[in-house]
């Protein structure tokens, strides 16, 4: 079965820094999509950014981007240039071949000013 | 374009009451639908998914029950609530494909 970890429950770094989220999967296929989701305080979650794993190239969304390191089974997620609106919960998933997602257990992103 | 609409926003219910959420999605035909719930802090934990009218998967045997009366509606219910059952619960829907899930604005529900 596949799993996901997410070994930082919670992780604070100063306005305008770049922090560093960890992510590991483990499965069997060899296809498969990877997702970093966000949850505010207000509790809506928000998909981040989107990571094929036959795709090379690590996806980026303006200041969110991953290192996708497939051999290793890691799917980090870098947030540059930290603002005080990405202060939030981070899930990481793995959706598998029947397109159901699993998700980590989160990490807590504090950005402080 | 798609949407999702879950409510209410906010529920208090004393235990032994029954619960029934709703969750409604439009602009789409024949999603995927499922019902999370979040401990406060925590991750979030599959209770149902659907893939069509009628079709409802358990994920954890528990106090709820879910239903999909309606293509686009998805209602989760109990017959009499539990302090336990307190938590956010989140609606989702997806397609068939890499697409990832949108999720509905979530309920919290605490049971007194």
């Known amino acids: 079965a596949q799993t996901v970890t997410q070994s930082q429950p919670e992780m604070s770094v100063q306005e305008a820094e770049t922090v560093t989220l960890s992510c590991t999967y483990d499965t069997s296929e060899s296809n498969y999509y990877l997702f970093w989701y966000k949850q505010p305080p207000s509790r809506q979650m928000i998909l981040v950014i989107r990571?094929?794993?036959?795709k090379q190239q690590n996806a980026t969304e303006n200041r969110f981007s991953v290192n996708f390191q497939k051999a290793a089974k890691s799917f980090s997620l870098k947030i540059s240039d930290s603002q005080l609106g990405d202060t939030a919960m981070y899930f990481c998933?793995?959706?598998?071949?029947?397109?159901?997602?699993?998700w980590g257990a989160g990490t807590k992103l504090i950005i402080k000013p | 374009s798609q949407t999702i609409h879950q409510w209410p926003a906010t529920l208090v219910q004393p235990v032994g009451s029954p619960l029934s959420l709703e969750c409604t999605v439009e602009?789409?035909?024949?999603?995927?639908l499922y019902w999370y719930r979040q401990a406060a802090g925590r991750g979030l934990q599959l209770l149902f998914y659907s893939v069509g009218i009628g079709q409802i998967s358990s994920e954890v045997p528990q106090n709820l029950s879910a239903s999909r009366p309606q293509d686009r509606q998805f209602i989760l219910s109990s017959k009499k609530l539990l302090l336990s059952d307190s938590g956010f619960y989140l609606c989702?829907?997806?397609?068939?494909?890499?697409?990832?899930?949108?999720f509905g604005s979530g309920t919290r529900l605490t049971v007194v």
């Open positions: 990571q094929e794993a036959y």
């Open positions: 602009g789409t035909s024949n999603p995927n």
């Open positions: 998933a793995f959706m598998d071949s029947n397109y159901q997602l699993i």
């Open positions: 989702a829907w997806s397609v068939n494909g890499p697409y990832g899930y949108t």
